[in-house]
């Protein structure tokens, strides 16, 4: 097996420039805590540097990295879940900060992790059904399924929040 060396840190740094906003929005949809998100961004960076030297093809780099934040995410609430056993009452109490749009991001949050992170890829990060597909391991149509999914709760939330036609 071949062992890879370190990323160069001036890679490093512009691969952070161009991704690290990506990345904490992935994390933020996903843990619904700053802190958190803040703390597993870094940590997806973090991996990245001991993973090795850059991919030639930016599109994968940044598949990875989503990836890479996505089993972050997913790590840290086993993790959370495992170790804490929260009442309602506190989970009402954790808050996210959206930076635009607070409504519409207040809808997007209550939705479950998977369809927050399959709306961000689709709407905000422009890939396809199928790019998205690939990138969580399901077949297109199962992805298509899931995104319908996701934009009927969507719609709903928005909807009964005085969004859209009344």
């Known amino acids: 097996m071949e062992k890879h060396t370190a990323l160069a840190p001036e890679e490093l740094a ?26 597993a961004a870094q940590t997806v960076f973090r991996k990245r540097l001991e993973r090795g030297p850059a ?17 972050e995410c997913r790590d840290q609430l086993k993790h959370w879940w495992r170790t804490r056993r929260a009442d309602p009452e506190e989970l009402d ?4 900060q959206p930076p635009e749009e607070a409504g519409v991001w207040e809808q997007v949050a209550a939705l479950p992790a998977r369809e927050r992170l399959i709306l961000y ?11 998205i597909a690939q990138l969580l391991g399901e077949s297109p149509g199962t992805l298509r399924s899931h995104l319908s999914r996701a934009r009927k709760a969507l719609k709903l939330r928005l909807e009964a929040e005085g969004y859209g036609p009344s």
Do not use: F
């Open 93 to 96: 109490r954790l808050t996210w």
């Open 55 to 71: 991919l030639q093809d930016p599109e994968r780099e940044k598949a990875w990295l989503i990836v890479a934040a996505r089993n």
């Open 121 to 131: 890829l689709y709407y905000y990060q422009g890939y396809s059904t199928g790019e």
């Open 14 to 39: 512009g691969l952070y420039r161009r991704h690290i906003k990506m990345v904490y929005q992935i994390c933020l949809l996903m843990l619904k805590n700053v802190p958190d998100a803040e703390d």
